[in-house]
């Protein structure tokens, strides 16, 4: 092949036989307007050898398409590769201590029912097998279903709403809890606030009856208002105001059977209720009443202290066995006094408790009347230690001239009686037949009586506050012999006699 370049203007492409020209392959036709010759014409003339020639003409562009070809080749087996490894990883998956869920294996579940466990898991990739992954803990808060907001608005508390509502404003017309904010009890209305926290116990259960992991809440919430529903209407108001956390395990109890019924495989963990309350219109009134409640049971407190503190004091720490002891001789005193009969068993519990009486386990003001009444009794017996061996020696004279002995005796006794210095004498004449006496006591000796009276109500007070102060035994001269037993109406100083019918 040979180039040759042809200057001549007149001489047009594609003249000379076997030329291939390279621009313009034929011949324009007739310009429109005039046109400049070419200044130069590239032909290409076929002859021998020319198609190696063209190959080699065209190499150095082979081989710039094939090293990019090569080089494309190289980057998209990296890419397929780098996919391929992505592939296989997706099959790892890390469960969090917080998390739960199930493996599926082309739709199905597979594993066990316990859901997955916590750590690193490694599977087939997707789209043949697949982590279902899950929250295991949730919770929720129920404030403003069986709360009156529209009564209190957004801005007041239930304390500061309450005096201005009366007892109409809080009912309308068909009760609506989402409208009134209420809740029917077995004798009224009221209010709470609730908050609960649950787990997926079962993930494969979940997994199968729950269609989105996000509706475990609203599920819940409607299990839970069920349960508030069906718990309420079995409890007063007092009770719940009182018992929050009865109320509490009795609507978890309802919510949770619910669930359990739905074969969710959600188990609630704890039910709160954290704010209970009347109807708005009697709040103010029944917080009243539960103020009255409170110093009610302060007053039973402090008198139930009291009363342990005095019992301490009267019988020492064994009051409380001492206590029971009396109680049951007192019922079974009753018991055989309705039945019209003696009671073995009654006469057993005296001797246990005269046994406990004596013993040195007693304490307090018991033990101090115990050993006072000793102390006369031991008194009492040497006295009348004395005075029989006194009227012993007396009797052989007695026998011999009574008379005398009696005289005797009788002059001793007047001898006492008027040796006495708070005793005044007045001597009259035997020859007076009447006579009216006007006279007035020795001053020392009305004071020797107003002294005397006044040591005898010192010592009748002495006896009434527990038996403290100076021994006197003329104190246990009052009522000495009472003492229980199956005899009496009723039981001395604890029970009223009972009246017939």
């Not at 011949?27 to 050898?49: D, K, L």
């Not at 295991?136 to 009156?148: C, D, K």
């Not at 500061?160 to 004798?187: H, Q, S, Y």
């Amino acid at each position: 092949m040979a180039d040759e370049l042809n200057n001549t203007p007149d001489q047009q492409p594609g003249s000379e036989p076997g030329a291939v020209p390279i621009e313009g392959d034929e011949a324009p036709s007739t310009p429109s307007h005039p046109r400049r010759a070419a200044s130069a014409e590239f032909i290409v003339r076929s002859e021998a050898g020319s198609a190696s020639i063209l190959r080699e003409a065209m190499d150095p562009a082979n081989q710039s398409l094939a090293d990019a070809l090569r080089l494309s080749y190289r980057v998209l087996q990296l890419v397929i590769a780098i996919l391929v490894v992505l592939f296989f990883v997706s099959g790892f998956r890390s469960i969090e201590d917080s998390q739960t869920g199930v493996l599926t294996v082309f739709g199905e579940i597979a594993g066990e029912d316990d859901g997955l466990t916590p750590g690193l898991k490694v599977t087939w990739p997707y789209p043949i097998a697949e982590f279902v992954v899950l929250e295991q803990r949730g919770a929720v808060s129920i404030l403003e279903t069986f709360w009156p907001n529209r009564l209190i608005g957004r801005d007041r508390t239930f304390e500061d709403a309450a005096p201005n509502v009366k007892f109409f404003d809080g009912i309308t017309p068909g009760l609506g809890p989402n409208r009134d904010g209420l809740i029917l009890l077995e004798d009224g209305l009221g209010h709470l606030q609730l908050q609960a926290t649950y787990q997926i116990d079962v993930a494969r259960q979940f997994v199968n009856t729950v269609a989105r992991p996000e509706d475990a809440q609203r599920i819940v919430r409607n299990a839970l208002q069920r349960g508030v529903v069906h718990a309420a209407a079995r409890m007063r108001l007092d009770t719940i105001l009182e018992q929050g956390e009865a109320l509490a395990a009795e609507i978890q109890r309802d919510a949770q059977a619910l669930l359990n019924d739905l074969n969710c495989g959600i188990r609630l963990d704890r039910v709160q209720v954290v704010n209970v309350k009347p109807p708005l219109a009697i709040h103010t009134i029944m917080g009243n009443l539960g103020r009255s409640r409170a110093e009610a049971q302060n007053a039973i407190a402090k008198a139930r202290t009291d009363a342990n503190t005095r019992l301490a004091e009267t019988a020492g720490e064994n009051h409380q066995e001492l206590l029971d002891l009396i109680e049951r001789y007192e019922s079974v005193v009753l018991a055989a006094s309705d039945r019209g009969e003696a009671s073995p068993e009654a006469d057993s519990l005296l001797r246990a408790i005269d046994t406990m009486l004596q013993s040195d386990r007693m304490g307090g003001e018991v033990s101090q009347v115990i050993a006072l009444a000793k102390a006369y009794e031991q008194e009492i017996r040497t006295k009348i230690g004395a005075h029989a061996r006194r009227f012993t020696a007396l009797y052989p004279q007695y026998k011999a001239n009574p008379e005398f002995v009696l005289r005797k005796e009788w002059l001793d006794a007047y001898r006492k009686a008027l040796g006495k210095r708070e005793i005044e004498i007045f001597r009259m004449p035997q020859q007076v037949l009447a006579v009216n006496v006007n006279f007035k006591s020795d001053a020392e000796i009305s004071q020797l009586r107003r002294k005397a009276d006044q040591q005898r109500r010192e010592a009748e007070a002495a006896a009434a506050t527990g038996l403290r102060g100076t021994y006197d035994p003329r104190l246990f001269e009052r009522e000495i012999n009472r003492r229980l037993n199956l005899t009496d109406e009723g039981v001395a100083g604890r029970n009223p006699p009972r009246q017939g019918n």
